[in-house]
């Protein structure tokens, strides 16, 4: 049985693109938060929605890239 092997590059990629996720997504609840006029605690009460919502952004960006990575392996051919 062969051994998966994560480069450090890509573990360190992997990760910026989540922080991406998880800031785009507390933006988005600080956005809605000012919008709706409600209290601020909301920041942490609702910091579940926050990483449902970033969890969701992430395998977005990960399905687009999969397509752009198959898209590639067929130009390739």
Do not use: H
């Amino acid at each position: 049985m062969k051994d998966i092997v994560i480069s450090a590059k890509r573990i360190k990629k992997e990760g910026y693109i989540f922080l991406v996720c998880f800031a785009m997504a507390f933006m988005t609840n600080i956005v809605s938060i000012i919008l709706f006029k409600t209290p601020w605690y909301e920041i942490f009460t609702q910091i579940g929605y926050v990483i449902v919502i970033m969890v969701t952004l992430y395998l977005v960006i990960a399905f687009i890239r999969f397509i752009i990575y198959l898209i590639n392996k067929l130009i390739e051919k």
